[in-house]
């Protein structure tokens, strides 16, 4: 491992806090969905980061550590389970190649709707997903079947990858609750301002007139 989970836990919450002054209600789009990344999340919880935050602001460090957690867990299975690492990286040339909306985003817009909801009975022309489904290549031609030992090898890792993701979390979210001030003083600082000044106008304008 290059460096390990608890330096990666430093250098993203050191760009989280450095993303967070610039954050404003109004320059991100509602989710219509829960998300399932950030609800019930226990990295989140292991933040401090509580349920009244903004859903973008907690969406842009849970992403982080999500991306933290498959890296590692990429750089374990490349170096020691060959076969499931093969599997992926065939399952991975066959999604190479069509348009893909979300490459290249910054973790704040990861794994949220690509397009926003229709209004009413007017459909889109065409949607991001829709483009990124019709330009998806045609699957490769099956490859042999896989020997019964090649299967129970292949399981064998797979519940490997599982138990040292679980162990990687469990790391992640120790290392990350040693940055929880941190974070809870930038939220303070930085979005329950804003939130509370968005309540108080929301307030007044909920005010029958005099």
Request: glycine share 6%; hydrophobic share 40%.
């Amino acid at each position: 491992m290059s460096s390990s989970i608890e330096d990666r836990v430093l250098v993203a919450v050191d760009a989280w806090l450095r993303w967070v002054p610039t954050w404003h209600p109004g320059t991100h789009r509602g989710r219509s969905r829960m998300c399932r990344q950030c609800t019930g999340s226990p990295v989140l919880e292991a933040a401090g980061i509580a349920a009244d935050v903004p859903h973008q602001v907690a969406h842009a460090l849970s992403s982080r550590m999500k991306k933290i957690i498959e890296r590692v867990v990429d750089e374990y299975t490349e170096r020691e389970l060959p076969a499931l690492h093969a599997e992926l990286t065939g399952e991975q040339m066959w999604h190479a190649g069509g348009f893909e909306p979300e490459a290249g985003l910054d973790p704040e817009y990861e794994g949220i709707d690509l397009d926003p909801e229709v209004e009413g009975d007017q459909p889109y022309l065409f949607t991001l997903a829709g483009l990124a489904e019709e330009t998806r290549p045609e699957p490769p031609l099956p490859r042999p079947p896989l020997s019964p030992a090649e299967k129970q090898q292949l399981l064998r890792e797979i519940e490997y990858a599982d138990r040292f993701a679980e162990n990687a979390g469990q790391r992640l979210c120790f290392a990350l609750a040693e940055h929880r001030d941190r974070i809870r003083a930038a939220v303070d600082r930085f979005v329950e301002p804003q939130v509370q000044a968005m309540l108080e106008e929301l307030s007044r304008s909920l005010l029958p007139p005099q």
